[in-house]
């Protein structure tokens, strides 16, 4: 399976702080997509990285990307209680497949 | 900027009764998929749908569910006869290339 494993599973910061949340997965990607879901609602597209980049910036969001480690990281800069939500990181393999989703990282930014 | 929509945003139904989920995808899009999301639980995949045909289907996705793609807008699934398992969030997803898989917002299936 391609889905990305997000650690921690949970995470409670105050606002203001940055929060860290890290990805692994098991095969070659073509990209990585990092969402965002609040309480019940859908699935909000936060950023992209591809293969060959090692770091993207969206905002107060930086990416990473350790191809040979299989491994992602998301950061959230300067939170805000708007940002409390659920994280995945979905592993994209290429083609027509799929992007597959884990437990996520349950964020609390504590105003 | 383009999004995914779905409609209606929350179908109730009878136990054995049909339900058709319709999604619009992003126009110039080439890849669909179906996943869900039973309350608590992870976003789960369903189907994805390339060329006008299924490339991959899950588990979930037995003889009750189908999908089609009527008119060259509309993403459409069909729940045959639908059981209190079904009751979930369904999310239409779509995609260009090798880019950003987009979601629509879900519909909310409440099977009594």
């Known amino acids: 399976s391609q889905q990305g494993e997000e650690d921690p599973q949970a995470l409670s910061i105050q606002e203001g702080e940055n929060a860290t949340m890290n990805c692994s997965y098991k095969?070659?990607?073509?990209?990585l997509q990092w969402y965002r879901q609040n309480s019940g609602r859908g699935l909000v597209h936060l950023i992209l990285?591809?293969?060959?980049?090692r770091e993207k910036h969206s905002g107060r969001l930086r990416v990473t990307l350790d191809t040979s480690k299989k491994s992602s990281s998301l950061l959230i800069t300067a939170s805000r209680a708007a940002d409390t939500a659920s994280y995945f990181c979905a592993p994209y393999p290429g083609g027509y497949q799929k992007v597959t989703f884990g437990t996520g990282t349950k964020l609390q930014v504590i105003p | 900027e383009p999004e995914v929509t779905q409609t209606p945003s929350h179908q109730v139904t009878q136990m054995g009764q049909e339900v058709i989920l319709r999604c619009v995808p992003i126009s110039n899009h080439l890849y669909f998929y179906w996943y869900r999301q039973i309350l608590g639980q992870k976003v789960e995949f369903l189907v994805s749908f390339y060329n006008n045909e299924i490339s991959e289907k899950s588990e979930i996705f037995d003889d009750q569910f189908s999908v089609e793609r009527p008119d060259g807008s509309n993403f459409t699934l069909k729940i045959r006869s639908t059981k209190l398992e079904d009751s979930a969030m369904y999310f239409c997803a779509s995609r260009y290339g090798t880019d950003t898989q987009y979601f629509g917002p879900g519909t909310r299936l409440t099977v009594l």
């Open positions: 095969t070659s990607i073509n990209n």
């Open positions: 990285i591809r293969s060959n980049e």
